[in-house]
């Protein structure tokens, strides 16, 4: 094994004792305390991870990593963000599971990395763009633009025109999903569409502010106080 693999690995168990007995905020203090540029490498398995929890505790921490990266070298952080970006392309030969929200949460936290790959990000929803009809992407894709418009909407403004099929999507989580989006930005072709799931009940589950709440369709749909 080399040494490569070996620090790598390493790191894995360290980030899986963290997710299953850190508090969260302990846990990402101690992951940003690592090298970042092998924790990146340590943190992509997660991805694919069938725990919920540690799927999101990963996506909550490529965030805080790739953010404090791009303050140290923004090329290593570009780097990053291309990579996720390839996984998402048909050519990579993978699902690129978790790419999106992971690219979503980088930004939310990193204006000049959401200056730089905000469009990109809307052009997975544009079917004039780079539109990705994988149903399972989609709802990662959402998730990101809603994660970056939630903090950023001068960032995500330009995906409003692009929700509107979602709005009315027969799937409750990319009806969900794009109405948490939608809220928060400008749009008249949004605003009837939200106005009509005011009253919708359906309830999904929705990873935000560290936590996997439920949420009906409703309340997300309707303006933030």
């Known amino acids: 094994?080399?040494?490569?693999?070996g620090s790598i690995r390493d790191l894995k168990?360290?980030?899986m004792a963290l997710f299953s007995k850190a508090e969260p905020e302990?846990?990402?203090?101690?992951?940003?305390?690592?090298?970042?540029?092998?924790?990146v490498n340590a943190l992509l398995p997660f991805f694919y991870s069938k725990d919920p929890l540690h799927f999101w505790q990963a996506i909550t921490a490529m965030g805080a990593v790739v953010s404090l990266l791009a303050?140290?070298?923004?090329?290593?952080?570009?780097v990053v963000m291309r990579r996720l970006m390839w996984n998402l392309n048909d050519e990579s030969g993978g699902i690129g599971w978790g790419s999106a929200e992971a690219m979503g949460e980088i930004m939310a936290r990193n204006d000049r990395m959401a200056e730089e790959y905000a469009c990109l990000l809307i052009s997975?929803?544009?079917?004039?763009?780079?539109?990705?009809?994988?149903?399972?992407?989609?709802?990662?894709i959402l998730w990101g633009l809603g994660r970056?418009?939630?903090?950023?909407?001068?960032?995500?403004?330009g995906a409003s025109e692009f929700l509107v099929p979602f709005l009315t999507s027969p799937n409750p989580l990319l009806r969900g999903l794009a109405a948490w989006?939608?809220?928060v930005?400008?749009?008249?072709?949004?605003?009837?569409?939200l106005i009509r799931l005011y009253s919708d009940n359906e309830i999904i589950s929705l990873f935000v502010n560290g936590k996997i709440r439920e949420r009906t369709i409703g309340s997300l749909a309707q303006p933030h106080p």
Do not use: W
């Open 1 to 5: 094994m080399s040494e490569t693999t």
């Open 13 to 15: 168990e360290k980030l």
């Open 26 to 39: 302990e846990a990402l203090g101690a992951i940003c305390r690592m090298p970042l540029r092998k924790v």
């Open 71 to 78: 303050e140290e070298n923004v090329e290593s952080a570009r």
């Open 124 to 140: 997975y929803i544009n079917p004039c763009g780079n539109f990705i009809d994988n149903l399972a992407l989609q709802k990662g």
């Open 148 to 157: 970056l418009a939630q903090d950023r909407p001068h960032r995500a403004e």
């Open 181 to 183: 989006t939608a809220s």
């Open 185 to 193: 930005l400008p749009g008249n072709a949004t605003k009837p569409l």
